[in-house]
């Protein structure tokens, strides 16, 4: 099994930045992807950022520019770094793995809340 775990939420203000972190454990050798998705009231939710294994990114439109994606093996710990927020980024994001075998994103962190307000 997977453990994922994101942590570095809060509160921000617009224009400001946050990094978000998933630490991983387990069998994290299953996961051949990594994905940041948000979500926010009365929407689905969104992947906003990928990771490959092999280091193909991918950004959803709204954060393409703003946001970075990043993976630091020796931590086990994906990141998103996320710059000039808006307040339309407010949401819960959550980390998740994309199993191997599957092809799903079976493998979910718990989230973390961000609020972009003044």
């Known amino acids: 099994q997977v453990h994922l775990v994101e942590s570095g939420g809060g509160l921000v203000q617009p224009g400001g930045s946050l990094r978000l972190s998933c630490a991983a454990s387990g069998t994290i050798f299953n996961i051949d992807a990594m994905g940041w998705f948000r979500q926010t009231p009365g929407k689905q939710r969104e992947l906003v950022a990928g990771l490959t294994d092999v280091g193909n990114r991918n950004y959803g439109d709204s954060v393409r520019g703003r946001f970075t994606i990043s993976r630091d093996n020796a931590k086990n710990t994906w990141y998103l770094q996320m710059n000039s927020l808006q307040a339309e980024d407010t949401g819960v994001y959550y980390c998740?793995?994309?199993?191997?075998?599957?092809?799903?994103?079976?493998?979910w962190g718990q989230g973390t809340q961000v609020t972009v307000s003044s």
């Open positions: 998740a793995g994309r199993d191997y075998d599957s092809g799903e994103y079976d493998y």
